[in-house]
């Protein structure tokens, strides 16, 4: 039985009868005109408010995104004006420190040359001085030698003469 009726429902919903059509089309244009005057239009203003916002926020998005493009683009110009400079400050130190390295070097050079040529020159006159001494030292040594040796055979003018050809002999044997 229960299959009899289901069978009998579904063909009379199969079966389509003018009636149910009219008003199955009027209350469907009915329901569609109370939707299109109280639901479609908030909804529909709703969407378009909608639509806006998204819009607007995706302008907003390619707004930023191309404002951060471009201080992305500055910044690297900065970054790249930045490098520059420093390179050129890097170089002009190593430079300075060259050039001072240079200056320092030729300054004690000299510095060391005039050490030297001073220590050189007073070396010589302490050596002449030395030899003065020395000098000295050996006519007196010669003259009292002389003079114990020979005690009175040799007058005074004699010795000198004597003393001062021993003492150029030793010097030019010494030079």
Same mark, same amino acid.
């Given at each position: 039985?229960?299959?009899?009726?289901?069978?009998?429902?579904?063909?009379?919903?199969?079966?389509?009868?003018?009636?149910?059509?009219?008003?199955?089309?009027?209350?469907?244009?009915?329901?569609?005109?109370?939707?299109?005057?109280?639901?479609?239009?908030?909804?529909?203003?709703?969407?378009?408010?909608?639509? $806006?916002? @998204?819009? *607007?926020?995706? &302008?907003?998005?390619? +707004?930023? %995104?191309?404002?951060?493009?471009?201080? !992305? #683009?500055?910044?690297?110009?900065?970054?790249?004006?930045?490098?520059?400079?420093?390179?050129?400050?890097?170089?002009?130190?190593?430079?300075?420190?060259?050039?001072?390295?240079?200056?320092?070097?030729?300054?004690?050079?000299?510095?060391?040359? $005039?050490? @030297?040529? *001073?220590?050189? &020159?007073?070396?010589? +006159?302490? %050596?002449?001085?030395?030899?003065?001494? !020395? #000098?000295?030292?050996?006519?007196?040594?010669?003259?009292?030698?002389?003079?114990?040796?020979?005690?009175?055979?040799?007058?005074?003018?004699?010795?000198?003469?004597?003393?001062?050809?021993?003492?150029?002999?030793?010097?030019?044997?010494?030079?």
């Amino acid at each position: 039985m229960l299959t009899s009726g289901v069978i009998l429902l579904a063909g009379s919903l199969l079966s389509p009868e003018p009636g149910l059509i009219f008003w199955t089309a009027i209350t469907f244009i009915l329901v569609m005109l109370i939707l299109k005057k109280i639901a479609w239009g908030p909804i529909i203003t709703a969407l378009q408010d909608r639509e $806006k916002g @998204i819009q *607007s926020s995706i &302008d907003r998005a390619h +707004q930023a %995104k191309d404002e951060s493009e471009a201080i !992305l #683009r500055k910044n690297r110009e900065l970054l790249s004006k930045a490098d520059a400079e420093s390179d050129r400050i890097l170089r002009e130190g190593k430079d300075y420190a060259e050039k001072l390295r240079a200056d320092i070097t030729e300054k004690a050079q000299s510095e060391a040359k $005039k050490m @030297i040529a *001073s220590a050189k &020159d007073e070396i010589e +006159q302490e %050596k002449r001085r030395a030899l003065d001494v !020395l #000098r000295n030292e050996v006519a007196d040594l010669a003259v009292k030698g002389a003079e114990k040796i020979i005690k009175t055979a040799l007058d005074a003018d004699m010795q000198k003469k004597i003393v001062n050809s021993m003492i150029q002999d030793f010097s030019t044997k010494r030079n």
